[in-house]
């Protein structure tokens, strides 16, 4: 049902109104802005969702590609945003155009006004909130059509929450991610959260995968800039990403991708599992790296001696400082 609305919709016929997910087009963006445009669209108000990425680089999310057809989506630079009504999904920070209507997000709140509606709520999930929107159990009574509904929310939610890993509690999950999920749960029983959470993470967190990847596209999968700070999020070890290139061609290619992206600092977490629990460090590169530090001092971070010169290596001991969580502390820097 789902992928005959995308069919359907991406022919733009008497819409009036999009949604934009945020431009990493992660699980979360892709399937919460689907889901919120299907919604609206059986409201009787015809919505197109619009992958917030470019569309030859999208096969590179390799856990939210596979449950879409490429083919049957909308991506943001095939269609002119200044012709609609916006509804920004999964970010709040962006002005893309002066007919921004509503907000659904779980970031920090940047104070960005929204004509019709505005929903910030810090949830581990974005897709949460779109679920609880949706009001299921009032507004779907199809059985085929919550089912298939609860599947992507579910999915959604446990790659966000790590399958709400107990120490994740509260940084990468809440309570209401939990209710929501158990509802979802009870509308498609057979789901297996244990087997899906094991098949999403082992192509997100795919060593192999993830190093077919040229550098420039392993920056660019999950990033996003504030400021003059870029942050940059890659799925495998840094030791990893040594054995692939040599230090003078890594710095090289921050610099050429830092260049282009305009930034003066990049910051690159690196994310893997090991034994099935998140472990993450991250890079400071480029300027004011000690006044970054200096704003990350009430976190437990350990610094240790990093490979790539002119770059700070920081050790996230507890494996919970997410850029949601670093990104406002530095952006202080800026804002003050």
Request: aromatic share 12%.
């Amino acid at each position: 049902m789902i992928n005959q609305f995308l069919r359907n919709i991406k022919l733009l016929q008497n819409v009036k109104q999009l949604v934009l997910g945020n431009p990493t087009a992660d699980m979360d963006s892709c399937v919460g802005s689907i889901l919120l445009a299907y919604h609206l669209t059986q409201l009787q108000i015809p919505t197109a969702p619009i992958i917030n990425y470019n569309r030859e680089s999208f096969t590179s999310h390799f856990e939210t590609a596979e449950l879409f057809d490429v083919n049957d989506l909308i991506f943001i630079n095939e269609v002119d945003l200044y012709q609609y009504d916006l509804i920004l999904y999964d970010h709040n920070d962006i002005k893309y155009t002066n007919n921004q209507i509503g907000c659904i997000d779980h970031h920090e709140d940047k104070g960005q006004q929204f004509s019709q509606f505005k929903k910030i709520e810090k949830v581990g999930s974005a897709v949460t909130l779109v679920a609880e929107y949706m009001q299921l159990e009032k507004n779907y009574k199809c059985k085929q059509e919550i089912g298939e509904i609860a599947q992507l929310i579910m999915k959604t939610i446990l790659i966000d929450t790590f399958n709400f890993q107990q120490n994740q509690y509260q940084i990468r999950w809440v309570q209401k991610d939990k209710e929501i999920f158990d509802l979802c749960h009870s509308f498609n029983p057979q789901f297996d959260a244990k087997q899906e959470y094991q098949h999403l993470t082992d192509l997100k967190y795919d060593v192999k995968l993830n190093l077919q990847l040229s550098l420039k596209q392993q920056l660019l999968k999950d990033y996003k800039k504030f400021y003059t700070i870029g942050y940059s999020v890659i799925f495998i070890k840094l030791q990893d990403l040594m054995q692939k290139y040599p230090e003078d061609q890594l710095i090289n290619e921050f610099n050429q991708f830092m260049i282009k992206e305009e930034c003066k600092s990049l910051i690159i977490f690196f994310v893997h599992l090991q034994n099935d629990q998140i472990q993450r460090s991250m890079i400071i590169y480029g300027e004011y790296q000690q006044k970054i530090l200096q704003q990350l001092t009430q976190l437990k971070f350990e610094l240790q001696q990093s490979p790539i010169s002119n770059s700070l290596l920081l050790k996230d001991i507890d494996n919970i400082y997410s850029r949601k969580i670093i990104e406002p502390l530095i952006s202080q820097l800026f804002q003050n």
